[in-house]
């Protein structure tokens, strides 16, 4: 006989975790799914860049206290393309807000999720793995490997928040992709130079360089090459991965003198089409993978669980997981989830090639977006707060 649930919430990372919390108090059975034994402390080194929209989501949520003091700031973002004129300079004041987002430990984030997880009421199963996802005439069965033990759920809604390595079972669900040909280091780096809230993206031929402030001296690198650079980069030995940096960035922080924690992974763009089936909707890189420049898809999938747990709330329990509902949700997400993917895909296709002819016009974009307020405007409300703002 199967266990019932309202909500199951497969994955229990910050995107699964927001749902949940967003959820607490809501008088709703609510589920969450993690892989992990639960709150065994992430190893993850990366950095994460919080769009002020997502501050503000966590906040909420009552898990921002936690981070402010340990986040760093983004207060101005410079952006420039390598050997060619043109630049613009993006500043928090012009939002009116005080920060366009801020740096923080993705392990010191899912840290904190953890922590409120463990104060509410939601029920977390640690070391579940589910096996099979299965749509069914009022409800979606859930099949999990528990430690010894095979369980069966049954959820009025299943949210898939585990990046989608459970949607295999799911038939009549298609990811479609596009591969970059790129991939990224990623890696923290200090500098002789104090970064003073600056962050930087400077394009280049084979992909962006990004440079994200992280506590005093430091940065959190994301470094996109192709494939057979990023694995040398990440195997060259320290110093010659600081000087190569150096050459390939410039001279705006000095000399780079400490790096740790190198890592590469490939880059692409993919989606899922559609974005719900049969009382099931599909969250964060589940349904979305984007590349990381201008750091829009974790940002992206925070606001997909933060306007899912919304419209849960508002909807009768008796329709959860209907059509209705998840029509919805779709509609919901459709302006934003389609405006991060066009921004991004645009300024990958744009800005990471050596096209004949094309840095001059790159240059005379970027002069045209410092003096064009109006332009100024929709990037600063893109960057810190997502196309619904």
């Known amino acids: 006989m199967s266990e019932t649930a309202d909500i199951v919430i497969v994955g229990g990372g910050p995107v699964g975790a927001t749902l949940a919390l967003g959820l607490a108090g809501s008088g709703l059975e609510v589920v969450v799914l993690e892989a992990r034994e639960y709150f065994e402390a992430p190893s993850d080194p990366r950095a994460i860049a919080l769009s002020d929209g997502s501050r503000l989501i966590l906040q909420r949520l009552g898990v921002w206290a936690e981070l402010a003091e340990d986040a760093t ?30 740096v923080v430990g993705y392990a010191e984030l899912a840290a904190a999720l953890d922590r409120a997880l463990k104060r509410s009421e939601i029920r977390v199963l640690q070391g579940a793995r589910v096996s099979h996802l299965t749509p ?82 430091a940065f959190a690198l994301v470094w996109t090459a192709t494939p057979e650079t990023a694995e040398r980069l990440c195997s060259i030995d320290e110093a010659e991965f600081m000087a190569q940096l150096h050459a390939h960035f410039g001279d705006r922080v000095g000399r780079f003198t400490a790096v740790a924690g190198r890592a590469a992974f490939p880059l692409k763009l993919a989606w899922m089409r559609p974005t719900t089936a049969q009382h099931m909707a599909i969250i964060g890189n589940a349904a979305q993978t984007l590349h990381p420049v201008a750091g829009q898809g974790f940002n ?19 329709e959860l997981g209907h059509e209705a509902m998840l029509t919805s949700y779709r509609n919901l997400r459709r302006m934003d989830t389609g405006g991060s993917m066009l921004f991004t895909d645009f300024l990958v296709r744009v800005f990471s090639n050596d096209w004949p002819g094309f840095g001059p016009l790159r240059g005379a974009g970027l002069a045209a977006l410092e003096l064009c307020q109006p332009a100024r405007d929709f990037v600063v409300r893109k960057m810190s707060l997502g196309a619904r703002g």
């Not at 060619?84 to 801020?102: C, N």
């Open 73 to 102: 700031p983004i207060c101005t973002i410079h952006v420039s393309q390598k050997g060619r004129l043109g630049r613009s300079v993006l500043r928090a004041e012009e939002s009116g807000q005080p920060a366009l987002g801020y």
């Open 136 to 217: 069914e005439p009022g409800s979606c069965r859930v099949e999990v490997e528990h430690g010894a033990q095979h369980r069966a759920m049954s959820a009025a809604l299943a949210v898939v928040a585990d990046g989608g390595r459970s949607l295999d079972s799911v038939q009549g669900l298609k990811r479609q992709q596009r591969e970059y040909g790129q991939s990224a280091v990623v890696a923290r780096v200090e500098a002789e130079l104090p970064h003073d809230g600056v962050a930087y993206e400077r394009f280049t031929a084979d992909g962006p360089v990004a440079l994200l402030p992280w506590s005093k001296r």
């Open 300 to 318: 992206l999938g925070l606001r997909d669980a933060w306007e899912l747990a919304r419209l849960i709330r508002a909807t009768p329990v008796a």
